[in-house]
């Protein structure tokens, strides 16, 4: 197994209220938001991200923490788990020019309406079956996005990972600490199916056999 390493320490920190999100959300709300498509990006803000769109203070920040972990280069290759609209390739491939990026997502919507540089290097495709052969990236990198898995897929994608990686790779996964985080959890999500403690996805990651890095996400 990797490092819990938090290389989304400078992604910047929004105003959350956890409570006041799950007094308002419902199951109804959930169900539309595991559906990944434009509600869930453009929709309603209880449906998602109520407006998905690419602003360069997100990732810009970010990128320099993943191009001195990885030690990318323009020779590097990297695929990106739940690319969404492709925005942190984007900032990548302006932070380190001709580096190879590929991104897959499970939302239609999402690859149709990706930022315009993305369009060629962005494909439809499910976590649990990708379409690459062994070997074929440098870094994969998955942003809370596997978690919206159940723990018997969740298994399967790692494995997937582990196969088309050559050794490295970083995911996050929604998690907590204590049972204030826990209860905080509860309310903010709405789409993730696999949540655990952090030190029970540290014995989970051991007993699946992921050798990546890892980190958590918080409300």
């Known amino acids: 197994m990797g490092f819990e ?57 970010v990128i320099p923490d993943f191009i001195k972990h990885f030690n990318l280069t323009e020779k590097s290759s990297v695929l990106d788990i739940g690319c969404g609209k492709g925005f942190m390739l984007h900032d990548l491939v302006k932070a380190v020019p001709g ?70 790779s970083f995911i996050t996964q929604d998690a907590y600490r204590n049972e204030e985080e826990r209860l905080a959890m509860e309310a903010w999500n709405l789409t993730a199916l696999t949540v655990m403690h952090v030190d029970e996805w540290k014995t989970f990651f051991k007993e699946i056999g992921y050798s990546g890095d890892y980190y958590w996400f918080m409300p």
């Open 5 to 61: 390493i938090n290389l989304m320490r400078n992604y910047p920190k929004t105003k959350r209220d956890p409570e006041a999100r799950g007094a308002e959300k419902t199951e109804e709300d959930r169900a539309i938001a595991r559906q990944f498509g434009k509600e869930f990006f453009d929709g309603e803000r209880r449906h998602g991200y109520g407006g998905f769109y690419y602003n360069p203070r997100f990732w810009k920040p």
């Open 99 to 168: 580096i190879n990026v590929t991104g897959i997502d499970i939302s239609d919507y999402a690859i149709e309406n990706c930022i315009e540089s993305m369009k060629p290097h962005l494909q439809v495709a499910d976590a649990r079956e990708l379409p690459f052969p062994d070997n074929s990236f440098d870094v994969v990198i998955s942003i809370t996005t596997l978690h919206n898995l159940n723990r018997e897929d969740f298994i399967v994608a790692i494995n997937e990972i582990e196969r088309v990686s050559k050794e490295k």
